[in-house]
């Protein structure tokens, strides 16, 4: 947001602001050279902080978060409707103090942002449509605001969601080879590219009896550096299992969100490229999941992770997975194993959390918001093809009988997503089995929001989820692992 202070967000005249003018000025760098104009750009920022001076944080609007308390909450309906959890704690500023809150600056100012990040011809492009949501409306004939149930859907979003409904092909009609080339396609067309993250592939071995894993493995550059024996400067994980309702979804489709969670949570991340359906139905996706959550924590001191500080986090089906490992892995869980603790964290991005598909937001919001309900249902068709599992915990991790001692979780939500009661569902009962949980439920974002790069608000929201995944890590964590 400009003001007073000019563009940069620092006052005028002082070589702070003199620096970042030059740095915003200067011609796009090569790529080798992003780390140079990145390095440039902060460092006015920060200097400016020091001095205080105000520093600019985002636009107006673009980290809207539903503030949900008590008085606000709705209430539990008799036609199924949820009750939205009320006054969850925050994440908290971790042990950063006011490093952390200068950092913050800085990762919220998108001029800064833009100096580690590589878009492509196509994002760019359609970046540039989707500032302008009213004349894309207008053009679409589908100006008026879009209301339920007292939300009112972003504008950006409104203007997405009717061009995607404009350009959906025959509906009814699924080709899981298919459906994973577009959702390729449509990664690298909405989503930037971070270049300040290190990234590598490895193949590990898969459960006894299936075939190896991919994954990849991200690290912001500069972290993680020189971890000796004792484990002094090792990182925490964070093992990542992409979306995709189990059938599409890959390391590709989920790199570019990979990115920005190593980029601004500063941990390790581990995205894991597991088996699809209808090929390898369920249980082939957990199976998966927790043979590459236990290798992490196996491969601690090759990976330069601190031991035992590994969390989970996934978006939509990989979010099920997450609570999944989570429950699992638990002492006294059926995957819990002495070697191999429970994850120090669970970050929970609009989560299928009840395969039974029978909320009140499935039903109000199951069609013309992208994710539909008929989509959901073939979803669970194919990756849940008998009925009997639908009732199983590790399908379905709302109906744990127990869910008592399982790790602090971060659970996030879209207003106008039909599997936003899922998530609320899942986070009220994490609270009453008394598990530490941050709720949000950003009431004007649909289903995906956080690999929708091209909306500036969704992308904004991104880097706050990936931004609170890595201060509930680190809040987390031991003390004395940050003395």
């Known amino acids: ?10 006052p005028r005249g002082t070589k702070a602001a003199k620096v970042a003018k030059a740095a915003k000025a200067a011609p796009d760098p090569k790529p080798g050279a992003n780390a140079t104009k990145a390095t440039t750009a902060k460092a006015a920022t920060t200097k400016g902080a020091t001095t205080g001076t105000k520093a600019a944080v ?6 809207r978060v539903s503030s949900r308390t008590p008085a606000a909450s709705a209430q539990a309906t008799s036609d199924g409707k949820a009750r939205e959890p009320s006054a969850y704690p925050s994440a908290g500023s971790g042990r950063d103090g006011g490093r952390g809150r200068a950092r913050s600056r800085a990762l919220y100012n998108r001029r800064v942002q833009r100096a580690d990040e590589r878009w492509p011809v196509v994002a760019r492009s359609l970046a540039g449509i989707f500032r302008h949501p009213d004349l894309v409306l207008g053009l679409l004939g589908a100006g008026a605001p879009v209301e339920r149930g007292g939300r009112v859907l972003n504008r950006s979003s409104q203007a997405l969601v009717e061009t995607v409904n404009r350009l959906s092909g025959s509906a009814g ?5 298919a459906m994973r080339v577009q959702s390729r396609r449509a990664a690298r067309a909405v989503m930037p590219v971070r270049t300040d993250v290190h990234v590598s592939g490895r193949v590990i071995p898969g459960p006894e009896g299936a075939p190896d894993v991919p994954i990849r493995i991200y690290r912001r550059y500069g972290y993680g550096l020189g971890a000796g024996p004792g484990g002094g400067n090792a990182q925490q994980a964070i093992v990542f299992f992409h979306g995709g309702g189990w059938v599409t979804g890959d390391l590709d489709t989920h790199d570019p969100l990979c990115r920005i969670l190593a980029a601004v949570s500063r941990c390790l991340v581990v995205a894991v490229g597991y088996r699809l359906a209808p090929e390898d139905p369920f249980p082939a996706a957990v199976d998966d999941a927790l043979a590459a959550y236990r290798w992490v924590h ?13 969390g989970v986090m996934g978006d939509s ?8 490992v989570a429950q699992e892995t638990t002492s006294g869980g059926r995957a819990s194993e002495p070697d191999v603790p429970p994850p120090l964290a669970q970050g929970l991005a609009y989560p299928v959390a009840d395969a039974r598909l029978d909320t009140g937001s499935m039903r109000d919001l199951g069609e013309g918001f992208v994710l539909t309900r008929e ?20 399908a379905s991790p709302l109906l744990a009988p127990d869910l008592a001692g399982l790790a602090p979780a971060l659970v996030v939500t879209a207003g106008f997503d039909p599997l936003r009661d899922d998530g609320t569902n899942y986070a009220e009962a994490l609270r009453s089995a008394g598990v530490d949980v941050e709720y949000r439920c950003y009431d004007d974002q649909i289903h995906g929001f956080m690999v929708m790069g091209v909306l500036d608000d969704a992308l904004a929201l991104a ?14 964590a031991p003390a004395e692992s940050w003395a």
């Open 58 to 63: 985002t636009r107006a609007g673009a980290t």
């Open 317 to 324: 089906a990989g979010a099920n997975l997450a609570a999944v």
């Open 1 to 10: 947001m400009d003001d007073a202070s000019g563009s940069s967000g620092l």
């Open 375 to 394: 989509a959901m249902e073939y979803f669970r068709g194919a990756y849940l093809p008998d009925r009997s599992d639908w009732d199983s915990a590790m």
């Open 298 to 310: 196996r491969h601690s001191g090759e990976l330069g992770i601190a031991r035992g500080q590994v």
């Open 173 to 177: 009609v699924y080709d899981p080879p």
């Open 463 to 476: 880097t706050e989820v990936c931004d609170s995944m890595g201060r509930l890590m680190r809040r987390s």
